[in-house]
Every structure is written in C-alpha cells, then in structure tokens.
Nanobody, 121 residues
C-alpha cells in the first residue's frame, strides 16, 4: 500500500531553521503533486506549500520568503526547508501526495502521519 513517511520535525528557537522530508513508497503509478499542510491546536489544517510534478510551487502568504519546498522525483521525496521560524509556525506538519496508485489507477489524496514542529525559546 502507499505510504508517506515524514521526518525532520522538532523543537527550534525563534529565528532557527528546520528541514522536513517526506518519502512516498508503495505501488505508485504517477505523482501529480506533493505538499505540506499544518494544523495548530484549535485551528483548521491549512496549506503551507505545494509542488507539482513539473516543478511549479505554491506557498501560503504567511510562509513566503521563509519556507522553500522542493522535490526529488527519482526518490518520490518532497522537502520543506523552513527558515526564520516564528512561534506561530508551531503546528503538526502533514505531508500530502496527490497520486495514482497501481492498485486503484485513479487520483487520490494520501497523507502522512504528521510531524510536530515547535518554535519556542
């Protein structure tokens, strides 16, 4: 089955940096796009950044200029480089993949288990 495995979360001081990784494995036919979402306590899940298979990217206004999303198509992996982190970036970060699996052969959304990012002094 398709799995998304995230890594790289943790505790960092304001102004610091973290790099999140998400690797997709399993019977994948094609990946249309991958992205990162986050959910802070008491808030709805929100989009952070996405990257399409062709390389085009989209960012939430709140992270533009600070976060960079990139992908390695050969490894089915997406990264999120987070710089100049702020306390309001504290959330659980979820990886998302819009892909077609070899099992079902139609587009579906898949999610990782989430990784905690805490920005605090």
């Amino acid at each position: 089955q398709v799995q998304l495995v995230e890594s790289g979360g943790g505790l960092v001081q304001p102004g610091g940096s973290l790099r999140l990784s998400c690797a997709v494995s399993g019977p994948i036919f094609s990946i249309h796009a991958m992205g990162w979402y986050r959910q802070a306590p008491g808030k709805q899940r929100e989009l952070v950044a996405t990257i399409a298979s062709g390389g085009s990217t989209k960012y939430a206004d709140s992270v533009k200029g600070r976060f960079t999303i990139s992908g390695d198509n050969a490894k089915n992996t997406v990264y999120l480089q987070m710089n100049s982190l702020k306390p309001e970036d504290t959330a659980v970060y979820y990886c998302n993949a819009d892909l077609i699996s070899k099992v079902y052969m139609f587009p579906s959304d898949y999610w990782g288990q989430g990784t905690q990012v805490t920005v605090s002094s």
